[in-house]
């Protein structure tokens, strides 16, 4: 790269140009003017990245009325922060909503039990589901202990 393409990547980048027009301009890989512009040109006259602006609505959080900073075309805070949140629904468990929740009868004990409703569960327990799937048995197979058979160990040897 020669000193008057160096010159003219400064001027165009303090003039809000883009890496990939200035490529254009002087056929210059993108990279290597990135590269030039984030080694050799000068720190204060680089070109700030535009931003989109937040702004404060007239929105406040719901727990202690500070005012929001909400970005435009985010969806929109109703808290200030994550405690504020966690608080809020705390002193608040009357507003949570359990329509969601179903009360299923046990097969195998007859106890009742609630659930979410799209859980599809049976039991009330792994132990009740034990019992009535499988009587009560044990679901693991016995184990042949091999360790004093030479015979056995042998034939699975070869």
């Not at 000193?3 to 980048?13: E, G, P, V």
């Not at 200030?80 to 002193?91: A, H, L, N, V």
């Amino acid at each position: 790269m020669t000193d008057l393409q160096k010159q003219q990547i400064t001027q165009m980048r303090e003039q809000g140009r883009t890496y990939s027009e200035i490529s254009e301009s002087l056929s210059i890989a993108v990279g290597t003017i990135k590269a030039f512009c984030s080694r050799k040109a000068p720190k204060a006259s680089a070109v700030p990245v535009p931003v989109v602006q937040a702004t404060i609505t007239e929105g406040r959080c719901k727990r202690c009325g500070q005012p929001l900073i909400n970005t435009p075309g985010h969806r929109q805070k109703t808290f200030c922060s994550s405690s504020c949140q966690r608080k809020y629904w705390q002193e608040h468990k009357e507003l949570l909503r359990h329509d969601s929740f179903v009360t299923i009868t046990c097969p195998a004990c007859g106890k009742q039990f609630s659930d979410y409703a799209g859980h599809r569960r049976k039991y009330c327990s792994h132990s009740c589901y034990i019992t009535h799937r499988y009587g009560g048995a044990s679901y693991e197979p016995k184990r042949n202990d091999l360790s004093g058979d030479d015979e056995t160990v042998s034939k699975y040897a070869e």
